[in-house]
């Protein structure tokens, strides 16, 4: 037991022990629930596992969440439709319905709609993650990622940059141009050189024939004459916030949006002159896609 002369002293640890106790029963229904999504998640059945009167428990979600209880689950089953709709071929509209717990296609497609912006048949053929992730808006996710990001400061870099112009979905023809120099080169090897992205363009804005995403990979020398068309590039140093995602880089835009519609204005912080880059930690296909780690470095002044 802990003994304090001081009631005042005493009073605002008892409190700090309980908002640690809340925090850590709250964080285990979230746990739960993500790792539940097709079984019980009612608030009677929530409020067991978190030790908590049904009443009480109702408001105590609400209030650490910033949403009701079965609003969240709606949104935590929608958001694994959204993503079964766009990996999985055979996953069909109806399919995806009955998985988010839903009556009827319709109702299910209803809901879909209020939350991403998009009929879930339209986003299962044209899945558009950035804009998506920028109407997903779940205050204790945007709350949890932002309190992950870090201010470090980034060595300037030197790299060996394929600049890939055209639609995104090209992209991947070009990463494999890059990696076919970078086995024939040896200038760049993967094992003990770091892998970058530079998207120069938002693609949600910029014409998909205008789209810029550089692929680079570290150098120590002079990126030899070759008929890549790779070429040499430094990646500037200096303060940058990073934040680390996991999962395939298609939803990359899950962790992104946050940063500049949650933390960026409110964090005293100014963006420098120079476009986001991701420093990629993962290799495929040794680590599945949605095993991913990426880190995503924002340029700060």
Known sequence: MRMSHNPNIQAMQDHVDAIRTYTKRLNAVLTHIEMNL???????????????????????????????????????????????????????????????????????SRAFKRAFGTPPSAFRQHP???????????????????????????????????????????????????????????????????????????????????????????????VASNHYGIRELVIPGGRCAVIRHTGSTDHVGETIYPIYRDWLPTSG???????????YLSVFPETPHDQWQTNIYIPLV
């Open 38 to 108: 097709e079984g019980d998640l009612s608030v009677e059945a929530l409020s067991r596992i978190a030790n908590f009167s049904k009443f009480h428990f109702h408001r105590q979600f609400a209030a650490f969440v910033g949403l009701p209880v079965a609003r969240y689950v709606q949104l935590m089953r929608l958001r694994r439709a959204a993503h079964r709709l766009a990996s999985r071929e055979s996953c069909t509209v109806l399919d995806a319905a009955f998985d988010a717990g839903f009556d009827s296609p319709e109702a299910f």
């Open 128 to 222: 558009n993650w950035h804009i998506w992730s920028a109407t997903f808006v779940v205050p204790y996710l945007s709350r949890k990622l932002t309190m992950q990001i870090q201010i470090v400061d980034f060595s300037e870099t030197r790299v060996a940059a394929l600049q890939h112009r055209g639609p995104t979905g090209l992209v991947n023809e070009s990463v494999r141009k890059f990696v076919e120099w970078r086995k024939q080169s040896g200038q760049s090897p993967v094992a003990s050189s770091r892998t970058f992205g530079i998207p120069w363009h938002n693609p949600d804005t910029t014409p998909a024939d205008a789209f810029r995403f550089d692929i680079c990979g570290e150098i120590t020398e002079p």
């Open 269 to 279: 912080e100014e963006l420098r002159d120079h476009p986001l880059f991701f420093h």
